[in-house]
């Protein structure tokens, strides 16, 4: 555990510039609070494999104490970080339970997924969503998780196996192509995009903040705005996308939706929001910039004692 000062210090010095001239110092604050210190656990149950009751019971004969959650009843959140317990249990290896964060597994969430449709993952390794969204789907129907990096491809394909699904296929291509290749297609669409991972910064991990500059932002907003037209030009009309992010950076996020939203008429912001996940509405405005009303619709997590910061928003094609 960290102070706020000492994560300032060691923090890249212009993501706190930028931090604080984006938020309001309180807010801000409770970024760097999030940065410091570790997250407690969190798993998915993967009801393809498993009912909830039978892992609970193992978990609490191992000595586990966990709570579940009013928003997703697959998924439960330990009091600490005790991923060396759950990674010997038999439930981990034969993939009954999947270790992912809370705020991961809410992205999936917000798509009104059923079995049977056909479904787009385009930035999907190494699979957390793509199995979840499977779980959903009850093993019918299909799903294309496409992912550019042929080794994060190679984690996506063994969770996948590990975890019983049988309706993924897997295409290592880049995702911004794949809209054209497939225009109009999928009932549902979900580009959780590469991004600066602001909201996964932890201070006892350098390798998650020390590659942070301004530039490197930029860059990703310019990826991630091609990456959501894609998504949008391969869902049908009517169909349903979440774009999600795991940074806090109002330019990957209220930016790219609002410059989505100035390019295309055809598609319209909708609530994105769970029963019993208390959230933070998009941004507006912020010093600097002024983003539509709709914006508010989006859904921001602030980082907290027990989930990362994220970004999502629900966007449908109008019919
Ligand atoms: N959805 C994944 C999950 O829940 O397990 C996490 C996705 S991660 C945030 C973003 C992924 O997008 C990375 O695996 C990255 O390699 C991939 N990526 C980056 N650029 C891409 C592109 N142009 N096309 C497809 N995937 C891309």
Redesign the pocket.
């Known amino acids: 555990m960290y102070s706020i000062g000492e994560a300032r210090k060691r923090l890249p010095k212009e993501y706190i510039e930028y931090l604080y001239a984006a938020f309001p110092a309180k807010a801000a604050d409770g970024a760097l609070q999030g940065a410091a210190r570790p997250l407690p656990s969190s798993l998915r149950v993967n009801s393809l494999r498993s009912d909830i009751h039978p892992v609970m019971d193992t978990l609490r004969s191992s000595g586990l104490k966990f709570q579940r959650l009013p928003w997703f009843p697959q998924a439960l959140l330990f009091d600490a970080p005790v991923l060396k317990k759950l990674q010997i249990l038999p439930e981990y290896s034969d993939g009954r339970i999947y270790l992912q964060s809370l705020s991961?597994m809410v992205p999936p969430l917000l798509l009104p997924l059923h079995a049977g449709q056909a479904v787009l993952?385009?930035?999907?390794?190494?699979?957390?969503?793509t199995t979840q969204m499977a779980a959903m789907m009850r093993n019918q129907g299909s799903i294309l998780a496409?992912?550019?990096?042929t080794l994060?491809m190679e984690r996506l394909q063994y969770n996948v196996k590990r975890q019983g699904v049988i309706i993924v296929e897997t295409q290592a291509v880049?995702?911004?192509k794949v809209g054209r290749m497939s225009a109009d297609y999928f009932d549902a669409v979900l580009v959780?995009?590469?991004?600066s991972g602001e909201g996964r910064f932890r201070l006892d991990d350098p390798k998650t903040y020390r590659s942070w500059n301004v530039r490197m932002v930029k860059k990703l907003a310019r990826?991630q705005k091609r990456?959501l037209h894609s998504g949008l030009d391969a869902l049908k009309p009517g169909g349903h996308l979440v774009y999600s992010t795991?940074t806090i950076n109002t330019n990957e996020n209220e930016a790219v939706v609002a410059a989505i939203l100035q390019a295309r008429s055809d598609v319209e912001i909708l609530p994105a929001r769970l029963p019993g996940l208390k959230v933070t509405a998009g941004l507006t405005q912020t010093q600097e910039e002024r983003w539509p009303s709709a914006l508010k619709q989006t859904m921001r997590i602030w980082p907290t004692p027990v989930m990362e910061g994220f970004y999502c928003c629900l966007l449908r094609k109008r019919s």
Do not use: F, I, Q
Not at 192 to 195: E, F, I, N, T, V
């Open positions: 991961s993952d385009l930035c999907a390794a190494p699979g957390s969503k496409v992912e550019v990096d994060r880049d995702g911004t959780d995009a590469p991004c990826l990456l795991c």
